[in-house]
């Protein structure tokens, strides 16, 4: 933990902010050393809630020189103890930052500062006709999800955050100002230094401002569930849809003890198998079903038991609410345990190799563990509750989560997919990387020369 701000030092945070915005308190500091991650951290020295660049730029000035770590938070989340303030330090949390700038909906963009959650961006977009479509299903910040380069469920069709973000107002860790990007739909101007800044999880700035592109809320939606008798024919299933390239909007996978834990809490009435959730977009109910046609053929074709599309609307919102709810749902299921979660990707074509394999890991080190995931683009979540003071059981928890990440980069694919480095998947970065991971290292070192943006992230 980093030394406690000096008199002098809150004195002049106290003047800037006020005692409204700024609070060395310990409920206040409590608050921001937990996200959904099973890392724990100590209090930091303080947190500050900013209202402006302006502010922004002064404090991380000010903080530059005073050699105090800066720990960005947004929702907090995120889990990999992304935010997580390991070196004390102060915390400044964007949410006061939470304004729509402007919505132009003839360029199909919006301008947001980075406090704005999701949930509330997407509800002020409704009258438009327009949306933004990445739902990582937590209802974060858009700051946070810039950080993380958050996807979702259905990423499939319409992409991660880094495929949404065209400009950006960020301050780096000296306190200078800068822009990236920008309105334009196309540039070949350069190096791309929004892609730099867009999942580097606070290490190296803080996004204040950002120009987002939009999508058309689609006119139709269809809903299917499909079952199969196991794992190997529901993932291969997956991999026929995408090859066909049929585009759902979205596909999920979800196993037998998930399902079972879904049906209870939602008075659902799944049937305990191997299952599918998919979820197609466009312009007419017509074209909609005959895609659906086509997924039953190719489903049936990999061995499915039953298919079920034309689902109401309801029923959809219920299903998409109850997987979205998954992580509360497991959690709820072992009272007194943390959660552990894998997230890992791999190529399409390896995807019934890596469920398979999670699935065996999980039996085999006989822990309470959900397999899922984000089927579509090859994402794979291992959800696993246990203790972390018992470290028999939580070794098997680690040993699962090494199992899988390994597996999946064995066959080509990354060690998060959607989640971040952060504290959790640090020890897996040279692994993935390599010799790359030098480099990395002399960007952050070129950007954030004393090492206080976010220390502790990414970087062993």
């Known amino acids: 933990m980093g030394a406690p701000l000096t008199r002098q030092q809150q004195s002049q945070l106290l003047e800037w902010f006020g005692p409204d915005r700024f609070s060395t308190g310990s409920s206040a500091c409590e608050l921001h050393i937990h996200d959904i991650s099973p890392h724990r951290v100590e209090p930091p020295s303080g947190v500050v809630w900013p209202q402006s660049t302006e502010e922004i730029g002064r404090l991380l000035a000010w903080a530059y020189q005073e050699e105090i770590a800066i720990t960005p938070w947004g929702a907090g989340t995120s889990t990999e103890g992304n935010p997580l303030p390991v070196k004390g330090g102060l915390v400044v949390d964007m949410t006061r930052m939470n304004r729509v700038l402007a919505i132009r909906p003839e360029d199909l963009q919006v301008d947001v500062e980075p406090g704005v959650f999701r949930r509330e961006l997407n509800r002020q977009l409704s009258g438009s006709g327009l949306f933004f479509p990445v739902d990582p299903g937590a209802d974060a910040t858009i700051g946070g999800m810039i950080a993380n380069n ?199 074509s390896r995807y019934p190799e890596v469920v398979v394999f999670a699935n065996q890991a999980v039996k085999d080190q006989g822990v309470h563990g959900y397999v899922f995931g984000h089927a579509g683009d090859g994402n794979i979540h291992v959800v696993m509750a246990g203790d972390p003071d018992d470290q028999e059981e939580w070794r098997r928890l680690e040993t699962v989560n090494h199992l899988v990440v390994e597996k999946a980069l064995e066959l080509k694919g990354t060690c998060t997919g959607e989640h971040g480095v952060g504290i959790g998947k640090r020890k897996f970065m040279a692994l993935e990387h390599g010799a790359s991971i030098t480099l990395m290292k002399k960007i952050k070192d070129l950007i954030d020369p004393k090492g206080l943006m976010n220390p502790g992230k990414i970087f062993s």
């Open 150 to 348: 958050a996807s979702g469920v259905k990423t499939v069709k319409y992409g991660a955050t880094k495929d949404y973000v065209m400009q950006m107002t960020i301050v780096l860790p000296d306190g200078e100002i800068i822009t990236v990007g920008n309105r334009a739909h196309k540039s070949s101007s350069g190096y791309d230094l929004g892609k730099l800044f867009i999942g580097s999880e606070g290490t190296l700035g803080i996004v204040t401002e950002a120009t987002l592109r939009l999508s058309g809320v689609p006119e139709n939606q269809l809903a299917a569930t499909v079952t199969f008798p196991d794992l190997g024919s529901a993932s291969e299933a997956v991999a026929m849809i995408i090859g066909t390239g049929l585009e759902p909007a979205a596909l999920e996978l979800l196993t037998e003890g998930l399902i079972e834990l879904m049906n209870k809490e939602n008075g659902l009435d799944l049937e305990v198998t191997p299952s599918l959730f998919c979820e197609f977009h466009g312009i007419s109910r017509t074209s909609l079903e005959e895609v659906a046609a086509l997924a039953r053929e190719l489903c049936e074709d990999c061995g499915a038991l039953s298919y079920q599309y034309g689902i109401d609307e309801h029923e959809r919102r219920t299903l998409w609410q109850a997987r979205h709810d998954a992580w509360e749902t497991i959690n709820r299921a072992h009272p007194g345990k943390n959660t552990l979660i894998v997230d890992a990707a791999v190529p399409i």
